[in-house]
C-alpha cells in the first residue's frame, strides 16, 4: 500500500500541489501536516507511520517536507527500512526499495542539508549587511510617537478607550500594551 504524507510550513500555505501529486501517484492513504518542519510533533506524520505495514511505501512530494535536518531523514528512513517499510520522493527520484535509491537518498540527504545550512548562512550575512547600514529587521511599530501622543491626548479628554483604538486603527489590545494606563480607563 502507498501511503502519501504532505505538508506546508504555515497555515496559509497551500497542500493541493502535493496531494494532487500523490494522488496521482497511487497514494490510497495521504496524511498532511500544516507545520514548520523543525517542529518534532507532527500529528499527520504520526498518524501516516502508524498505518504503514511491512512492505507498504511512505511516499513524499519532496524529500525536504518529510524533515529539515540529515539526522530527522535518516533516523525516519531507516526506523521505517527496519519495520520492511519503503519510502519514495517523488520529486528527488527516491525509492528505497532499490540499493540505489537507498545510496541516493543519503546523497539527495546530505545536498538538503547543505543547502540550507547554506541559505542560513547567506540570511545570516545579510542581516548583519544591513545592521551595518543602520536597517533593522522586522515588522515597522504600528505604535508611533505620534500615535502615542495623540492616544493620550484622546484618552485625557475622556473618550473610551475602544473608541481611541478604532480611531487610530489599531487594536484594543496594542492600546494597552503601549499605554498600560489605558486598561484602567475603560
Not at 88 to 102: E, F, N, P, Q, V
Not at 128 to 133: G, S, Y
Request: glycine share 10%; proline share 1%; hydrophobic share 40%.
Amino acid at each position: 500500500m502507498l501511503i502519501g504524507y504532505a505538508r506546508v510550513s504555515t497555515e496559509d500555505q497551500n497542500l493541493n500541489l502535493q496531494l494532487q501529486a500523490l494522488t496521482d501517484a497511487g497514494c490510497e492513504r495521504i496524511f498532511s501536516d500544516k507545520k514548520g518542519g523543525a517542529q518534532k510533533a507532527r500529528k499527520g506524520l504520526e498518524e501516516a507511520v502508524s498505518h504503514l505495514r511491512v512492505g507498504d511505501t511512505l511516499v513524499v512530494w519532496k524529500l525536504d517536507r518529510l524533515g529539515r535536518t540529515v539526522k530527522q531523514l535518516v533516523d525516519l528512513v531507516s526506523e521505517l527500512e527496519s519495520k520492511g517499510i519503503n519510502f519514495k520522493s517523488l520529486s528527488d527520484g527516491i525509492d528505497t526499495t532499490t540499493s540505489a535509491g537507498r545510496f541516493f537518498f543519503h546523497v539527495m540527504a546530505s545536498l538538503a542539508q547543505m543547502e540550507r545550512e547554506l541559505i542560513v548562512e547567506r540570511t545570516k550575512a545579510g542581516l548583519a549587511a544591513a545592521r551595518r547600514l543602520g536597517r533593522t529587521g522586522g515588522r515597522r511599530r504600528i505604535m508611533t510617537d505620534g500615535k502615542i501622543k495623540s492616544a493620550k491626548k484622546l484618552l485625557r479628554s475622556g473618550t473610551m478607550p475602544t473608541d481611541v483604538a478604532d480611531d487610530l486603527g489599531i487594536s484594543l489590545a496594542t492600546l494597552y500594551r503601549w499605554i498600560p494606563a489605558a486598561a484602567s480607563s475603560g
